[in-house]
């Protein structure tokens, strides 16, 4: 019997949430996909923004496995790039082509290459490079959260 192979396990989580994110957002609403929440005048966030963020971050992630470069934030691209796909269609195709990127890099690495170590990209600390593939798990993860929450705010609590 052979044992867990860290890099595939990695590449589906990433892949399996990447799928829960879309289900998620399918599920709503079309008018719901772009409303926020006010409270007290205060917008939120609205379940498309989510789905951006996570395509901008795991396209952040497959260039840093592809170049070896962990780039910094640069909030002027992210707004750039998430701009120019803020439909539903362009942000889940977004989604899905940079989580594949994303786990296919990470899939192409051993194990003793995932245990480098790189500096966080949000965080003044080193992490390896599975740790660092599980921040995009996890932000992914989180975000579908957020887009989970939004639903529960209209009403929506299947």
Not at 13 to 34: D, G, N, Y
Not at 103 to 115: D, K, P, Y
Request: charged share 25%.
């Amino acid at each position: 019997m052979s044992g867990i192979q860290l890099p595939v396990l990695l590449a589906q989580r990433l892949r399996e949430a990447a799928r829960q994110m879309r289900a998620a957002f399918e599920k709503m609403p079309a008018e719901r996909q772009t409303w926020s929440p006010e409270v007290e005048g205060n917008r939120g966030r609205d379940a498309l923004d989510q789905v951006l963020e996570c395509a901008y971050v795991n396209a952040m992630g497959a260039r840093a496995f592809q170049t070896g470069h962990i780039p910094e934030w640069d909030s002027t691209d992210y707004r750039a790039q998430t701009d120019a796909r803020r439909s539903p269609d362009a942000a889940l195709q977004w989604l899905q082509e940079s989580t594949d990127a994303l786990a296919a890099a990470v899939e192409s690495r051993s194990e003793e290459q995932l245990a480098t170590k790189v500096r966080h990209p949000f965080a003044p600390q080193d992490v390896t490079l599975a740790e660092l593939t599980d921040l995009f798990y996890w932000n992914t993860v989180y975000h579908i959260g957020q887009i989970n929450y939004i639903q529960t705010l209209y009403g929506d609590r299947s």
